[in-house]
């Protein structure tokens, strides 16, 4: 009963936020549609074990590279593979990733933005130092070379990718947390004699975090685009895995000899995806930033 009750909760909470959407304009609008899309992919890749029509990663259940038709409706690749059932079940991987890689950017950027800009001093110069250095360098090429050491697999690639967007995480919480600190409440919790955990996560967090989710939701549709970039240069999850990743670099050698159909559905599917982190991102910079909503 108390689940329901949670549920109901959730759901009352929830529904007035997303209506409130409809009235911000435009933007409001663009983060319905991102919620409309990202959702639907979800579900797709839940529910893509039972409506799949063939094994994903089974070979020869069709003819080599045979066109879209009724039997194959997004064709088959070289392998005999069919397109359709590697469409559903190759966004777990994208999911998972970008997931895994922005719960590691959060759990070690916020902290870190947080005491670092708090404590100041030879802590903070130190950290900056550190990830300016990160920064400075190119993403790609950061989780080009952690992937190539790694190796492939989920795990891997979602650590190759967090290090390229924790630098995000840090300076935009420390910016935020540099000039709050600094406001006349913290100053006087300060001096009521507030312990410094109770000033950091009560009175500064709650106030950093709108910024965190909008950088998280840039941080999905970029961990999508970077992972679909090391899968296509042979750097990420191993073959015998349904990805669209690896489903673009086969289809980027077929597509001379006129097999279109092999990269340009996982290629509109890792477009619809980033699309929706996207969207969403837009709508909630304007529906959690008081500025944006006069």
């Keep these: 009963m108390s689940k329901v009750k949670i549920k109901q909760s959730i759901l009352a909470r929830l529904i007035p936020r997303l209506t409130s959407l409809t009235k911000k304009g435009p933007s409001g609008w663009m983060a319905i549609l991102g919620i409309i899309i990202l ?54 991987i994208m999911l998972q990733i970008s997931t895994l890689s922005v719960l590691v950017c959060f759990l070690i950027g916020v902290p870190l933005g947080l ?40 795990v891997n690639m979602a650590l190759s990718i967090a290090v390229v967007y924790i630098p995000s995480y840090f300076r935009i919480v420390r910016s935020q947390v540099l000039s709050i600190k600094e406001l006349t409440y913290v100053e006087a919790a300060r001096a009521s004699g507030a312990k410094w955990h109770t000033i950091v996560f009560r009175y500064i967090f709650p106030n950093v975090i709108p910024s965190i989710v ?55 599917m890792i477009i619809l995806l980033a699309l929706g982190f996207t969207l969403i991102e837009e709508g909630l910079s304007e529906l959690l930033n008081p500025k944006l909503q006069r």
């Design 214 to 268: 909008v950088v998280a939701t840039i941080n999905f549709a970029d961990a999508v685009l970077t992972a679909a970039g090391l899968t296509f240069i042979g750097l990420g999850v191993t073959k015998d895995v349904p990805d669209w990743g690896w489903d673009l670099t086969d289809g980027r050698a077929l597509l001379s000899s006129g097999t279109w159909w092999v990269i340009t559905f996982p290629g509109i």
């Design 39 to 92: 959702s639907a992919l979800v579900i797709m890749t839940v529910i893509a074990p039972w409506i799949r029509p063939h094994d994903p990663i089974k070979t020869g259940v069709g003819p080599i590279r045979a066109p879209p038709s009724s039997q194959f409706p997004m064709g088959t690749n070289h392998l005999g593979q069919d397109m359709l059932s590697r469409i559903l079940c190759g966004g777990s």
């Design 115 to 154: 005491f670092s800009s708090y404590v100041g001093g030879i802590f903070d110069r130190a950290c900056s130092l550190v990830i300016d250095a990160i920064y400075a360098f190119p993403g790609l090429v950061i989780a080009i070379a952690i992937a190539a050491m790694l190796g492939p697999g989920v």
